[in-house]
């Protein structure tokens, strides 16, 4: 751990952000296929990992795990899954997407692994595997990195949650690309706030 701070369980003062409310307000997504080189150390991607495992999480459950695909790992994954694209009712198209997963030099995928509670619906475990990426989308942002959070196809394949070690009852909750981007974010068509936001 190398997180910047002296403690993670030190007092923390509710104080104002400005500077983080305006980088999340203007946070965005870095396409997939732009992010390359330099990625995040082992160490920062281990930090992301930390900001995302302090997500909220009802009952304290940690209803999700972490997947650190090694780059000769993504590799030969690719080209298993490029194997499994064939079987996709469009295989081109599926084969193409792999890109995405190719491209990025850091990949973790988050599982979603929801347990049997008397107290906290599945709902909600899932729920919390959402904030786990979210908050790992805002860690790589914060350390100058872009991310993208990505699912397609192969995370919803029999054949490679196989090749994922995907044990019955999880689901991928999302592949975490991190690395630099080769053009900065544009902005994309935001919902209009105001219409959505009604009030009792
Ligand atoms: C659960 C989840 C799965 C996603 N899967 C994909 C995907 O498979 N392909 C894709 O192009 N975008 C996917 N996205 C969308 C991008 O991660 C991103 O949110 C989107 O491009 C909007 O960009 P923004 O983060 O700047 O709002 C997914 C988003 C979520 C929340």
């Given at each position: 751990?190398?997180?910047?701070?002296?403690?993670?369980?030190?007092?923390?003062?509710?104080?104002?952000?400005?500077?983080?409310?305006?980088?999340?307000?203007?946070?965005?997504?870095?396409?997939?296929?732009?992010?390359?080189?330099?990625?995040?150390?082992?160490?920062?991607?281990?930090?992301?990992?930390?900001?995302?495992?302090?997500?909220?999480?009802?009952?304290?459950?940690?209803?999700?795990?972490?997947?650190?695909?090694?780059?000769?790992?993504?590799?030969?994954?690719?080209?298993?899954?490029?194997?499994?694209?064939?079987?996709?009712?469009?295989?081109?198209?599926?084969?193409?997407?792999?890109?995405?997963?190719?491209?990025?030099p850091a990949t973790v995928l988050?599982?979603?692994?929801?347990?049997?509670?008397?107290?906290?619906?599945?709902?909600?475990?899932?729920?919390?595997?959402?904030?786990?990426?979210?908050?790992?989308?805002?860690?790589?942002?914060?350390?100058?990195?872009?991310?993208?959070?990505?699912?397609?196809?192969?995370?919803?394949?029999?054949?490679?949650?196989?090749?994922?070690?995907?044990?019955?009852?999880?689901?991928?909750?999302?592949?975490?690309?991190?690395?630099?981007?080769?053009?900065?974010?544009?902005?994309?068509?935001?919902?209009?706030?105001?219409?959505?936001?009604?009030?009792?």
């Amino acid at each position: 751990m190398s997180l910047p701070f002296p403690d993670l369980g030190d007092p923390l003062p509710v104080a104002a952000e400005p500077r983080l409310l305006t980088w999340l307000a203007r946070r965005r997504s870095s396409p997939a296929q732009t992010l390359g080189a330099p990625g995040p150390s082992p160490e920062q991607l281990q930090d992301i990992i930390a900001v995302g495992a302090r997500a909220p999480d009802h009952g304290k459950l940690a209803p999700w795990r972490f997947v650190v695909i090694e780059p000769r790992a993504k590799a030969e994954l690719v080209e298993r899954l490029s194997a499994l694209a064939e079987g996709q009712p469009n295989p081109e198209q599926a084969r193409a997407k792999l890109a995405k997963l190719a491209a990025a030099p850091a990949t973790v995928l988050v599982i979603s692994r929801p347990v049997e509670s008397p107290k906290v619906p599945e709902w909600e475990q899932v729920l919390s595997a959402g904030a786990v990426c979210t908050l790992m989308l805002v860690a790589a942002g914060s350390l100058g990195f872009g991310a993208n959070w990505i699912t397609d196809w192969y995370a919803y394949d029999a054949g490679a949650a196989a090749l994922l070690g995907l044990a019955p009852g999880e689901r991928v909750a999302g592949f975490m690309h991190f690395g630099t981007p080769s053009e900065a974010p544009l902005e994309r068509a935001r919902p209009d706030v105001a219409g959505l936001v009604t009030r009792l």
